[in-house]
């Protein structure tokens, strides 16, 4: 495979990111005003951190968003949610080894949550850990195997770790629960591509 098509494979990849924070709130600003109204009556309330960091992360405001984070996790260690949230602001500054150790905290913590593995998994291909990014393509499918993302993200690993077969053949199932899922087929026609002209 071209240089070229590893790295474009690898950016899409973080197009596939979910994006998504674990958040229940009303807009950003609203969820920073409560946040700061709970702060001045109880400045170590962890959850106005949580719900602050999460709404600033959705403002694309990274570097206050990980600072509010740490701040929650510091009052209350053992929220998964809130080291997912802060491993995706690492990720959106493209920190992906903080994100990974994030992701990984949360795993630790709550182990059948499809999107920590996801992320982990997409954080892991950006990084080249592509053994490490099959074992949480696994855990996906595990998890979600009716989810087209799962084998897409482990076809992709595998492919891009040298596995064409193992790659083709989750992508395949990726289009058979997904017709059109755009990663798949990108993924498919460059393994196919990849074998013409071999």
């Not at 058979?176 to 591509?193: P, Q, R, S």
Request: net charge negative; with cysteine; aromatic share 12%.
């Amino acid at each position: 495979m071209k240089c070229l098509d590893r790295a474009a494979l690898i950016s899409l990849a973080v197009t596939f990111s979910l994006a998504g924070l674990a958040y229940a709130g009303t807009s950003p600003k609203t969820a920073i005003y409560k946040a700061n109204q709970a702060l001045e009556q109880d400045p170590k309330d962890a959850k106005a951190y949580y719900n602050r960091g999460t709404a600033e992360f959705e403002l694309e405001e990274y570097d206050a968003a990980i600072k509010d984070l740490t701040q929650s996790i510091t009052l209350e260690p053992n929220a998964p949610d809130t080291y997912y949230n802060r491993g995706m602001a690492f990720r959106f500054q493209q920190k992906n080894s903080e994100a990974i150790a994030d992701f990984s905290k949360a795993i630790e913590l709550f182990k059948d949550k499809w999107a920590y593995y996801y992320e982990r998994c997409n954080a892991r291909i950006v990084t080249q850990d592509f053994e490490g990014a099959i074992a949480d393509g696994s855990e996906l499918v595990r998890l979600a195997p009716k989810e087209a993302d799962s084998y897409f993200m482990r076809g992709l690993a595998a492919y891009l770790s040298g596995n064409a077969d193992a790659g083709l053949a989750d992508a395949e199932k990726a289009l058979g629960v997904k017709n059109w899922h755009k990663g798949a087929l990108k993924l498919k026609g460059e393994i196919l591509e990849a074998r013409k002209a071999a």
